[in-house]
């Protein structure tokens, strides 16, 4: 049974930092590219980074990009978010999932819980 349990969300003030861990298990994820997304309440699941199987290739939505970094430990089947000068329209709860390729919209369906990620102005 493949589980991702993200984890490292918080309450943060305006400019702030955290960084996101997702560890997944269940099975090996180090051929798959990775991505982040986040939700907010009433609104759509939206796409943050991505990241190619080897890490050397990344992508991010344009409004992250610049402040947030992904990355990834194939060893640790582990991909991480590092969120730099925090907005509070980062507010949301993140997700990260395994990617059908280095694409920002076709994925698999293995959501976790998420991580609650709060902006303070």
């Known amino acids: 049974q493949v589980q991702m349990v993200e984890s490292g969300g918080g309450l943060v003030q305006a400019g702030g930092s955290l960084r996101l861990s997702c560890a997944a298990s269940?099975?090996?994820?180090?051929?798959?590219?990775m991505g982040w997304f986040r939700q907010v309440p009433g609104k759509e699941r939206e796409f943050v980074a991505v990241i190619s199987w080897s890490g050397g290739n990344t992508y991010y939505a344009d409004s992250v990009k610049g402040r947030f970094t992904i990355s990834r430990d194939n060893a640790k089947n582990t991909v991480y978010l590092q969120m730099i000068s925090l907005k509070p329209e980062d507010t949301a709860v993140y997700y990260c999932?395994?990617?059908?390729?280095?694409?920002?919209?076709?994925?698999?369906?293995?959501w976790g819980q998420g991580t609650q990620v709060t902006v303070s102005s």
């Open positions: 269940g099975r090996t994820f180090s051929r798959d590219a």
């Open positions: 999932n395994a990617m059908r390729g280095f694409t920002t919209t076709s994925r698999y369906d293995y």
